[in-house]
Nanobody
Framework: QVQVEESGGGSVQAGGSLKLSCAAP????????VGWFRQAPGKKREGVAH????????HYADSVKGRFTISQDNAKNTVYLEMSSLQPEDTAMYYC????????????????WGQGTQVTVSS
């Protein structure tokens, strides 16, 4: 069964940086949508950023534009989320998802989700 695995979460102070990784051994990242989502306690899951690995097109939530960067390394079947200028409101469980649908809706049964990695930002 295909899996995606997140890593890189942790605890930082406001203004700090973290880099998350989403690896998918055995998943063909060369043409898929890979996205990062987050969910804080008591809140709905929200999309943070996604990338279409076939061409590199990216999309960011307004709340992270200019602070987060999503990138890919197809040779490693890994997508990264570099987060800078972190704020307490960025505190959440961050999930990676891979969607073979190039429309990047992340809504079909074919989407593969990771277990999540916790990011905690203290003020």
């Amino acid at each position: 069964q295909v899996q995606v695995e997140e890593s890189g979460g942790g605890s930082v102070q406001a203004g700090g940086s973290l880099k998350l990784s989403c690896a998918a051994p055995g998943y063909t990242y060369s043409s898929a949508c890979v996205g990062w989502f987050r969910q804080a306690p008591g809140k709905k899951r929200e999309g943070v950023a996604h990338i279409y690995t076939g061409g590199g097109a990216t999309h960011y939530a307004d709340s992270v534009k200019g602070r987060f960067t999503i990138s890919q390394d197809n040779a490693k079947n890994t997508v990264y989320l570099e987060m800078s200028s972190l704020q307490p409101e960025d505190t959440a469980m961050y999930y990676c998802a891979a969607d073979p649908n190039i429309l990047c809706f992340f809504s079909s049964s074919e989407v593969v989700w990771g277990q999540g990695t916790q990011v905690t930002v203290s003020s």
